[in-house]
């Protein structure tokens, strides 16, 4: 089964600065996607980004970024400028191929932007 | 136009009570899930099904039975409700199984809370 770790349940950041939230994950497929969501203060989930396992290049997605780095099996988003919404709850995902499209998520980080 | 709907949103109901929570998708998508995020925000796959078709079932106690009547709905029926079952579950759907670049899509979140 896969586990995906995100060692920072909480995080601060002044706005206008760049975050980094970490992601590692443990697999042992070869083909894999990985995601992540974020959770505001109202509950909804909102996907922000994708990288595919076998894509070359990270993915961005305006002020989001995916830092991959496939051999050290981790998926780091950069928030970059910072902005007070961005206040919520982050959660790294996996899918795996032949899993029944099944995403599992991180325990998540709590990320505080601060004036 | 709501993509993945649920109801309802809040349900506040005593020990031992049946209820049930309704999901439906307008997206077209084959595969629907549900999931449930405890107390301390840990989002944790129960079912899944792929067009109509129970796919995945992660030890969820048998009390809770998915029902799907066609491929755009999927709903969530619990009986003899204990305090433990406390939690907000979410409804989501995704592209049918294989294709991985593609996020899955969540409701808003049903918030149980068993008094």
């Known amino acids: 089964a896969q586990k995906i770790t995100q060692t920072q349940p909480g995080m601060f950041v002044q706005e206008k600065e760049a975050v980094t939230l970490d992601c590692t994950y443990d697999?042992?497929?070869?083909?894999?996607?990985l995601f992540w969501y974020k959770q505001p203060s109202s509950g909804e989930m909102i996907f922000l980004i994708y990288q595919g396992s076998y894509d070359e290049q990270n993915a961005t997605e305006g002020r989001y970024s995916l830092n991959f780095q496939k051999a050290r099996k981790s998926a780091n988003l950069v928030i970059s400028a910072s902005q007070l919404g961005d206040s919520a709850m982050y959660f790294c995902?996996?899918?795996?191929?032949?899993?029944?499209?099944?995403?599992?998520f991180g325990t998540g980080t709590q990320l505080k932007v601060e004036l | 136009d709501t993509a993945v709907s649920q109801t309802p949103k809040y349900l506040v109901t005593q020990m031992g009570n049946d209820k049930s929570i309704k999901c439906e998708q307008n997206l077209g998508h084959d595969t629907m899930y549900w999931y449930k995020q405890d107390s301390k925000k840990f989002l944790k796959i129960m079912f899944s099904y792929n067009n109509k078709e129970l796919i995945i079932n992660e030890t969820v106690p048998n009390r809770f039975s998915p029902k799907s009547p066609d491929k755009a709905h999927l709903n969530l029926h619990i009986n003899s409700l204990e305090l433990g079952d406390s939690a907000v579950y979410f409804c989501?759907?995704?592209?049918?199984?294989?294709?991985?670049?593609?996020?899955?899509?969540f409701g808003q979140g049903t918030r149980l809370t068993v008094v």
């Open positions: 989501a759907s995704s592209p049918p199984r294989g294709v991985m670049n593609t996020e899955a899509f």
């Open positions: 697999t042992s497929d070869q083909s894999y996607g």
């Open positions: 995902a996996t899918i795996l191929t032949g899993g029944g499209n099944k995403l599992t």
